[in-house]
Nanobody, 116 residues
């Protein structure tokens, strides 16, 4: 049973930074992608950034200049700088296995609030 644990999140002021981390339990997943999605009230869940086990990264346009995703084996980190009120959302860690049966796992979500 794969579990994703995401400590972190919280309340920050505009312009401040925050680092999210997520640890995936288990040993070897084979080729995979770990990433962060977010969902604001009344909106659909959207990709923020992802990184494959080979190190290839993908960012949403809103995150490209301010956020950095990195990973260390089965841990993924999202460094968020220059946070804006529109970054307020529940952030979900995701693990996607890139081979059949293409399993997909989610963390429980962590609230990030950017407000003065």
């Amino acid at each position: 049973q794969v579990q994703l644990v995401e400590p972190g999140g919280g309340l920050v002021q505009p312009g401040e930074s925050l680092r999210l981390s997520c640890a995936a339990s288990g040993s070897s997943f084979g080729p995979n992608s770990m990433g962060w999605y977010r969902q604001a009230p009344g909106k659909q869940r959207e990709l923020v950034a992802s990184i494959t086990s080979d190190g290839a990264t993908n960012y949403a346009d809103s995150a490209k200049e301010r956020f950095t995703i990195s990973r260390d084996k089965n841990m993924v980190h999202l460094q968020m700088n220059s946070l804006k009120p529109e970054d307020t959302a529940v952030y979900y860690c995701n693990l996607r296995i890139l081979k059949p049966p293409w399993d997909n796992y989610w963390g429980q979500g962590t609230q990030v609030t950017v407000s003065s």
